[in-house]
């Protein structure tokens, strides 16, 4: 059974995006804070005990650039997979300002993250986050036998563990088996 520790990315720094007054999916580039330097350090002491021999990341900036630092202070190479994305508030990558970011994400949590029956909406279903998040770790896990650290972001833990707060850091991280997925 291989150990899969699925780690949020640190504390991202939004400004370089909304001072050039980047929309929708340009955020995707935003790197880490000098706070989310530090907890990528702190999260990299953390696991050093896990022994982890795979690294595993989101392509979205503030992960890559998690991964990078404690993938340097584990001697762990990173590998990126797309399917380990944060979800998105609009599946078009075009939405336009943080206010569209904040009703898409009132109504994900209104409908608890699905569709209402029948009506589809821009943004992704958790199921669907779920179903490509599950398909990336399978991949993955294939080839290694220790404990993998998947660096990814809070809605991509959410719809593997249910877990709907997972700090920015990893100061929590959470074990994935998916010999006992339900």
Known sequence: MTQIYLVRHGEPDYEPIDSRG???????????????MKQA?????????????YLVSSPFTRALHSAAIIGHRLA???KVDYDLRDWLPDETGRWGSIADLHAAQAE?????GEWPEGIHRPWEPLSRVRERARAALARHTASTDGPVLAITH?????????????????????RYDPANDS
């Open 41 to 53: 350090e702190e999260l990299a002491d953390l696991l050093g005990g896990i022994r982890a021999t």
């Open 76 to 78: 762990l190479g990173v």
């Open 108 to 112: 994900f949590e209104a409908y608890d």
């Open 154 to 174: 809070a809605t991509v833990i959410r719809a593997l563990t249910g877990e709907k707060e997972t700090a920015h850091g990893g100061h929590e991280y959470y």
């Open 22 to 36: 980047w929309p929708g999916i340009a955020a995707a580039s935003a790197p880490l804070s000098a706070v989310g």
